[in-house]
Each structure stands twice: as C-alpha cells, then as structure tokens.
C-alpha cells in the first residue's frame, strides 16, 4: 500500500540554523501538507500547497518558513533560521483530489513525522 | 473559524467494555470530520471519515462514529475495547467546498484513551 515517507525521523540542531525536513507525498496525489505537533500539544496546521503554489497557511507559518516541490516527488518544509519553539513534531500530508488519482479523494495520508530538537 | 473540541483529556476503559470518545466540533459550514489514532512515537493513523451519507460512520479496527448534525458532534464509539486500542485519538474537521484543498483539517487536542486488562 503507498505511503507518504519523511526523512529525517530525527533532527537535532543549534539555535538559528536552517533545517529541511523532507517529505515524499503518495505518486499522484495533488495537494500537500505540513502539520506540526509540539510535545503534548494538539496538531496544527502550518501550510497547504497545490499546483505548486501555497494555497493556504496559518498564522503560524511565518517568513521563517518556506515549502518546496523542487522536483515533483520530494516536498519539502524549510526553517530558516531554528528557535527553541521551532521544536515539535512536523508531520507532511498528502490527499488525491478529484483529479489526482482513485478515491478516497478528502482523505489526507499523514507521513510517520520528523521530530525536530532545537538546543 | 472552525475548531474542534475533545473534551476529555483522558479516557479510561475496561477492556471489554464499550469505549466513547467525545467530538464537538464547530464549522460554518458543512463538514467533513475525521478520526486520527497515534501510537507512541508514530505518525497519524486515520481511523474513519464521514463526507455525506449515512450518519453512521464505521471504521478501521472496530471503530465507528455517529455523525449528529443537530449537536454538532462526531463521537468515536466501539462496542468492545481491547488493551490494544490505548493510544491518542483526535478529531478533525474541514469544510466541504469542492474539492480545492483550501481547506485544511482543525484537530482537536487529542483524547488519551487507556484501556485496563
């Protein structure tokens, strides 16, 4: 069965450095996704992305933040320059759309997430 | 805004026993709602959906939920709980309006369910 991959599992940086956490979406899904879980927190919401635009974002995805569909198989979410905050679990997500392959269309396929440690 | 309520942080359950986690949810519009499971240490597991239809929803592992459109609520619900079944439960929602992705899924803030042997 596919499934949306992520790499790294684990990633431990200095504060202010820039990180990019990878994501590998399901072949011919169409939209994509970032969510972030700090420790004992709900899932939020960070940014949607379609037809290689940003389509929507939330508060939380500030100018520090930036995606990427570089290649048109890896999405990628970059932190510019890291804060302690910045640490958190940071899953990416992908669903079909009408138009992106057999249904479940609305389902979004969440990865198995990168956790992120700022020091 | 939409937002998703669980009001139990914790939910504890014999196993055998019948579990319900609880699922408010808030949209202005039609909703699609979700259920996430996460074992420690994993990513989101979607358990069950409902789009439209019957307001019955059943899911992967035994689980099911009712769609209750007049108290806004979506609660998970299984007949017999297993030891197994002890994990993090969220609740999700998203507009229905098309289908443009524009619309990203609001969790709830996750129900620790506990079953006892």
């Known amino acids: 069965e596919p499934e949306v991959t992520q790499t790294p599992s684990h990633q431990v940086t200095q504060m202010g450095q820039e990180v990019i956490l990878r994501c590998v979406p399901i072949s011919n899904h169409l939209y994509f996704y970032w969510y972030r879980q700090i420790l004992g927190q709900k899932v939020e919401f960070l940014v949607s992305?379609?037809?290689?635009?940003?389509?929507?974002k939330s508060e939380i995805f500030d100018d520090q933040f930036s995606v990427e569909r570089p290649d048109g198989s890896n999405f990628t979410l970059k932190i510019r320059s890291t804060k302690l905050e910045d640490s958190a679990m940071y899953f990416c997500?992908?669903?079909?759309?009408?138009?992106?392959?057999?249904?479940?269309?609305?389902?979004?396929?969440f990865g198995p997430g990168t956790r992120l440690t700022v020091l | 805004a939409q937002s998703v309520a669980q009001p139990e942080d914790q939910v504890n359950v014999a196993e055998g026993n019948p579990l319900t986690v609880k699922c408010t949810y808030s949209v202005s519009g039609n909703p699609y709602l979700f259920w996430y499971v996460q074992y420690p240490n994993r990513g989101l597991q979607f358990l069950l959906k409902?789009?439209?239809?019957?307001?019955l929803v059943k899911g992967s592992y035994g689980f099911e939920a009712e769609f209750n459109k007049s108290q806004t609520s979506f609660h998970l619900k299984k007949p017999s709980a297993l030891v197994s079944d002890s994990a993090l439960y969220f609740c999700a929602v998203r507009l229905q309006l098309m289908d443009t992705g524009r619309r990203a899924l609001t969790f709830g803030s996750g129900t620790r369910l506990q079953v006892q042997p």
């Open positions: 409902y789009i439209t239809g019957d307001n």
């Open positions: 997500a992908s669903r079909p759309g009408l138009a992106g392959g057999p249904p479940p269309y609305n389902e979004q396929f």
């Open positions: 992305f379609y037809n290689n635009e940003i389509s929507e």
